[in-house]
């Protein structure tokens, strides 16, 4: 396994618990689940437990190089913690979501700021 793939669900059964999926690929490229928890918290600490019983039980099969995670800092943490030499990257869709984002917030200002500030410059 060369990629894993962490992440969490949120708000989505009867209890809201959080549900994280980690898996990697299977050779035609789909995704193929290695591991699953449900908690009652989402912290670096759980997600330690998920990554060394994980590492335990797979053994010699499990050397990832690269997970991909979202922002979850308490993912990041965990895999530094448990896999000090694995390369954690940002998912490509959370990543391009949180630019949008950003972006959307600093036109709301910048236009929010030129308007209190240069009236005239909004009046025909």
């Known amino acids: 396994m060369k990629?894993?793939?962490?992440?969490?669900t949120h708000?989505?059964?009867?209890?809201r618990y959080?549900?994280?999926a980690f898996g990697?690929?299977?050779?035609?490229?789909?995704?193929a689940p290695l591991g699953l928890m449900l908690s009652s918290c989402s912290d670096q600490s759980v997600f330690e437990i998920l990554l060394a019983n994980m590492k335990g039980s797979l053994g010699k099969h499990f050397k990832p190089h690269?997970?991909?995670v979202d922002k979850s800092d308490g993912e990041r943490n965990a895999i530094k913690s448990v896999f000090p030499e694995v390369?954690?990257?940002l998912c490509y869709w959370h990543?391009?979501?949180n630019i949008k984002l950003t972006q959307s917030f600093l036109m709301i200002f910048f236009l929010s700021f030129f308007h209190f500030f240069f009236p005239s410059f909004f009046l025909n």
């Open 11 to 15: 708000q989505v059964n009867e209890y």
């Open 87 to 89: 390369r954690v990257r």
């Open 24 to 31: 990697s690929h299977d050779s035609a490229g789909n995704f």
């Open 3 to 8: 990629i894993g793939f962490m992440d969490e």
């Open 95 to 97: 990543l391009t979501g």
């Open 18 to 20: 959080p549900l994280t």
């Open 66 to 68: 690269t997970i991909m």
